[in-house]
């Protein structure tokens, strides 16, 4: 019987490679779905890059037309591929047209890596994403949920975007990244302070944040709800969900002669009941 498991199971998954190289665009590589055009050979193409080969097939040079491969679009409809996740852990076999929506949401798919000060292009799981962190970005790591966060900075008149701060905390058997950055807002730099969260939204949510800044007998406080990393440092930052401190503010908060900036961000981090 086992023998006989394993020779009906090869020509299936044989079956099964054969129909997706069918699928697959001979110009842009990708997976093919409705409307899947056809030449009068048979030639099949995507969509998407019919208009780029100006009506010519490009295997054959014939005239395409507006023909439908309707017999290879009702293939792939019944048609179940394993998650392209699969190896960070997706276990799920998906039916060939909700496969990429599926593969959008995948609560398996890697993570980008949050460090901004660069365009690193590392993905990966948290894990693996935190090794990075601290061995390729040296980024800064503490365990304990409050922080004491010093910035100084020598010219508060001049700012650039790459002017930042990482640090990653872990607490509750989990991850954070508290983020610290200079950007130029209308004619003035702004300062933003704020907390991301190593993994998805809906784990985020169960976790909050406070953020405190302050001298001279004055202070700010800000509580909010850390963001998942799957939403970029960027659209964190333009959406100003964070501690936001006007440069005047700053300086005044820094007291001296205003010619140095020294702020000291204090904060902490808590589990929701």
Known sequence: MNGLAQHTTKPNATVSSSVRELLECPVCLNAMYPPIHQCSNGHTLCSGCKPRVHNRCPTCRHELGNIRCLALEKVAASLELPCKYQSFGCIGIIPYYSKLKHESECSFRPYNCPYAGSECTVIGDIPYLVAHLKDDHKVDMHVGSTFNHRYVKANPHEVENATWMLTVFSCFGQYFCLHFEAFQLGMAPVYIAFLRFLGD??????????????GNGRKMIWQGVPRSVRDSHRKVRDSFDGLIIQRNMALFFSGGDRKELKLRVTGRIWKEQ
């Open 201 to 214: 939204d809906e784990t985020a949510k169960n976790f909050s944040y406070s953020l405190e800044v302050g």
